[in-house]
């Protein structure tokens, strides 16, 4: 007679599966580390780059790596007038604009110019708290060369799609080397 220890299997592929995604996203973390972009000048922060570990959510196995700071969103998306507008590809920007992150004197649609803001506090892009007089509130300050807009590149985003088949890959190769022989078990005729 033979058996299946389902349970076994159950428990030991789920395990093989949560170490491929771990040591998956760990690559995949170093290889954002790597290609992340400088920040353009000494006074914004750099990307921080968060790897969290795989975990078992249901039938999933999830694991996250994540391009975490202001310089992340920038140079991923573009700024100003050059900002990714197409929601697809910049799926938060319309939270950003109806955000207190968006300057209030710039109009609310997707490509518009950097303007100044009005007098005020307020957090910039990067959580640093400023000031503004508000003397050039409303005006076009791309016009003016004091704030030149960047063209995103969508490098993280880059990384994720040339690993997509990696990443099938590594999956088949690691049910390919999972012992299934194990979880078949013999046993005489009752």
Request: net charge positive.
């Amino acid at each position: 007679m033979l058996r299946f220890d389902r349970e076994g299997f159950k428990r030991d592929i789920i395990i093989a599966f949560q170490k491929a995604v771990q040591d998956f996203t760990a690559k995949l973390a170093m290889e954002a580390e790597a290609a992340k972009p400088a920040p353009p000048s000494p006074g914004i922060p750099s990307i921080i780059i968060l790897k969290r570990d795989a975990e078992v959510i249901g039938w999933h196995i999830v694991g996250q790596v994540m391009a975490v700071g202001g310089w992340a969103v920038a140079s991923e998306f573009g700024t100003g007038s050059l900002m990714e507008t197409n929601s697809l590809n910049n799926p938060a920007l319309s939270r950003y604009i109806a955000s207190e992150l968006w300057n209030p004197a710039r109009p609310r649609t997707p490509g518009a110019p950097i303007v100044g803001r009005p007098r005020g506090r307020y957090k910039d892009l990067f959580g640093r708290d400023k000031y503004t007089r508000g003397t050039a509130a409303g005006r076009n300050l791309e016009n003016k060369n004091r704030y030149k807009p960047i063209k995103g590149t969508a490098w993280f985003r880059a990384i994720f799609k040339l690993n997509q088949v990696r990443f099938k890959r590594h999956c088949i190769e690691t049910l390919k080397m999972f012992p299934m022989h194990k979880y078949i078990i013999s046993s005489p005729n009752s």
